[in-house]
């Protein structure tokens, strides 16, 4: 089993240019999650979602949309990027039904935008 | 709403000595509360989880934590560092739904 895996895993963006990350789970896990991590700030969750389908907005989902076309899959897009899009973004699932909710985490996309 | 604080942002320790990095955590429910371990340039992985089946929770690589409800805390031990410790530690919350909340993480350095 591969896991969870992201692509790309470095990017650099000047402001206003779109991008989409990947995120790809062979785990059959109804639950997965974009988060971004910033220095002091821990993860913040941007959207998940619960199943197939669906999508749900998470603490800071402003600048980023979601999709999830295919159960493995969830794609995070930046429309049109900016500084303070730069980060480190994490995909993550999860089984479900659950109630310890383990996440199981990607390596991360690392993403600079000028 | 739940929350995590996680006290000092960095600590150092000599190898051989304990680590101690420190959670508390807000809830108005029980929660379940994850440790979380980032080694450089990698993703996250599983250290321990407490889902109210023992107070004292033991994960991989020889940490444990222990949940004080009185406290509302859940410190993270190592008895002994060894340099492979250093990382970043992030503790998380969730209670009873499908979302986690993490603290800012503590940054772990082991010297020689």
């Known amino acids: 089993n591969a896991g969870v895996t992201q692509t790309p895993k470095f990017r650099v963006l000047k402001t206003g240019q779109s991008m989409t990350l990947l995120c790809a789970q062979d785990?059959?896990?109804?639950?997965m999650y974009w988060y971004r991590q910033d220095p002091g700030m821990g993860l913040r969750l941007i959207h998940y979602s619960v199943g197939e389908g669906t999508t749900a907005k998470g603490e800071v989902p402003d600048g980023y949309n979601v999709s999830r076309l295919k159960k493995q899959n969830f794609l995070l897009g930046l429309e049109s990027a900016a500084p303070s899009q730069t980060s480190v973004y994490f995909c993550?699932?999860?089984?479900?039904?659950?109630?310890?909710?383990?996440?199981?985490f990607g390596p991360g996309t690392r993403l600079t935008v000028l | 709403a739940q929350s995590v604080t996680q006290l000092g942002s960095h600590v150092s320790v000599s190898e051989g000595a304990l680590v101690l990095l420190r959670c508390n955590y807000s809830s108005s429910v029980p929660p379940y509360l994850f440790w979380y371990v980032q080694y450089p340039n990698q993703g996250l992985q599983l250290l321990l989880k407490y889902t109210s089946a023992a107070t004292l929770v033991k994960g991989i690589n020889g940490f444990e934590a222990e949940f004080k409800k009185s406290e509302t805390s859940f410190h993270l031990t190592k008895p002994s560092a060894h340099m492979s410790d250093a990382a970043e530690y992030f503790c998380a919350v969730s209670v009873r739904d499908y979302k986690l909340s993490f603290g800012a993480g503590t940054t772990v350095t082991v010297r020689a």
């Open positions: 993550a699932s999860s089984y479900f039904p659950t109630v310890n909710n383990e996440q199981f």
């Open positions: 785990m059959n896990h109804e639950y």
